[in-house]
Each structure stands twice: as structure tokens, then as C-alpha cells.
């Protein structure tokens, strides 16, 4: 007789925004957040899923270690929205790739012909790099080749 096993591919929330305990705001309580800073644990918590080292996270949002290691609380809001920008992206792709996080991380990390031969995270360090990955995922999502 076989014996159930559950299986744990559920364990993961379908958002890394919820997975990696992000408040759930959106519109003024957001932009209220923002302009305050997230939590430093926020890096952490998102590096822990994705399975980055903090250096190559920390580079993937284009932040400075040492900077980083400077904040005792809360980021700054520019360090802030360098995370929500990559969260954004990664939940895009996520909701792409029928919420399968192995799936995600792979594909983040493959250089793509639109980015100019970088990856996704490559791409995140900046705020146009984003916009692109962003238009990629939503050019794949209508079926247009890129």
C-alpha cells in the first residue's frame, strides 16, 4: 500500500509579494510605504525565495552592500522601489508561468534577444530595463514573438 505524501509545491503563496511578507497596500497606503522605506528584512525575506546570494540580489536591484548594510531600519525610498519594481516583475512573470517558482527563477535568469542578450534580472537595475521586461512578459502573455 502506498502512503500519501502531499505535495509541497503549494506551500508557496502565488505572489512573492505575499510569499515574501510585503504589506498588502496598493494606491496612497503604497506611496505612503514607499516614501517611508520598507523594512530592511524585506532583501532577505525576497533573496531567500528566489534563491539569490545577498550580493547578487543586491546587484540584480542595482543597490550598493554597502549602503544596504548602513540601514538599521528602513531603506530608503529609492532602495524601496528598486525592490517593489523587481517584485512586480517577478510576480508578472510568476502569474505567466501558472504560478510555478522554479519555472520563474529559470526564466528570470534567461537572457532574452529584446534585452539585448541580458536577463530579466540584469535588466531590473534600472527603471527603463524594467519597463522592458515589463513590455516582455506582457508581449508573451498576447502571443507576440520577441
Known amino acids: 500500500m502506498k502512503t500519501y505524501t502531499p505535495s509541497t509545491s503549494h506551500d508557496k503563496p502565488t505572489s512573492l509579494w505575499v510569499a515574501a511578507n510585503l504589506p498588502d497596500v496598493s494606491g496612497p497606503e503604497l506611496r505612503g510605504l514607499m516614501s517611508r522605506g520598507l523594512q530592511v528584512g ?14 547578487e540580489f543586491l546587484a540584480t536591484l542595482g543597490l550598493s552592500a554597502r549602503s544596504i548594510a548602513r540601514r538599521k531600519e528602513r531603506l530608503s525610498p529609492d532602495e524601496s522601489e528598486s525592490i517593489t519594481r523587481y517584485v512586480t516583475a517577478f510576480d508578472l512573470a510568476l502569474a505567466m508561468l501558472n504560478n510555478d517558482y522554479q519555472k520563474t527563477i529559470s526564466w528570470m535568469d534567461t537572457p532574452a534577444r529584446v534585452l539585448g542578450g541580458e536577463t530579466p534580472n540584469q535588466a531590473m537595475k534600472t527603471e527603463t530595463g524594467a519597463r522592458d521586461v515589463f513590455s516582455l512578459i506582457e508581449g508573451i502573455k498576447h502571443g507576440v514573438v520577441m
Open 42 to 55: 524585506v532583501i532577505d525575506n525576497i533573496r531567500d525565495i528566489v534563491g539569490f546570494k545577498k550580493e
